[in-house]
């Protein structure tokens, strides 16, 4: 809705649930201190952490949705629209004794990178530091992990009702070779895929050597 940006309708028809972007889940105490200043002020009764990683305040009357927004001061977390929900990721080599790649830094150079972009259908990142794929990089529709040797970069998973685990689409990267690929193949999808149909499917459509062909076919690599 026009005037309700970011309003995201409840099950009871009449509430709303606002979704504050937090690129990476990256909190600091002043955003907490600014949910929780909202929260109050406006009675919201659920305030939920989301499987992206971000804070759902749930419950605004729709009256109280554009000042909830004045109030918090940040941008809108899109979670309804055809476009980069949000990427996720792990602590990586930040503090996890089995992080070998910045796995944050990248995450949010992506999130920062496709933020606000149209695409065919919502599209999901995971970023994890280390093989072990804590932020569920091959259930993403653009997923990465990092090994010791470099970055491994997967397109086409999905988590939903029918999930799929994605396809290896390079290996041994360095993050921008991985930035690149990432944004060849999302310009490839855009420019591809019918409206409304995930990566997932359409990799399963193409075929990822098709895939592999049009997003590395130029240089044959990164």
Wanted: aromatic share 6%.
């Amino acid at each position: 809705m026009t005037d309700l940006p970011g309003a995201i309708l409840q099950r009871d028809k009449e509430t709303y649930a606002i979704v504050p972007r937090t690129p990476a889940g990256i909190i600091s105490p002043e955003i907490l201190e600014k949910v929780a200043r909202t929260a109050r002020k406006f009675k919201v009764p659920i305030i939920k952490i989301t499987s992206g990683q971000r804070l759902a305040m749930v419950g605004l009357r729709s009256e109280d949705v554009n000042p909830a927004w004045d109030e918090l001061g940040m941008d809108v977390g899109r979670a309804t629209e055809l476009c980069l929900h949000y990427a996720q990721a792990c602590p990586g080599n930040s503090v996890c004794k089995f992080g070998v790649g910045d796995s944050l830094g990248l995450a949010m150079e992506l999130e920062g990178m496709f933020s606000g972009q149209e695409m065919r259908a919502k599209v999901k990142i995971g970023v994890s530091g280390c093989p072990m794929c804590c932020a569920e990089s091959y259930m993403r529709d653009v997923g990465a992990f990092a090994k010791k040797k470099g970055w491994t970069l997967i397109v086409g998973g999905n988590a939903g009702g029918r999930p799929r685990i994605g396809d290896v689409l390079a290996a041994d990267l360095t993050p921008p070779e991985l930035v690149r690929l990432a944004r060849r193949f999302l310009e490839f999808y855009n420019d591809q895929a019918r409206k409304k149909e995930r990566t997932c499917r359409f990799v399963e459509r193409m075929g990822i050597e098709a895939v592999k062909a049009a997003v590395l076919g130029e240089s044959g690599g990164a």
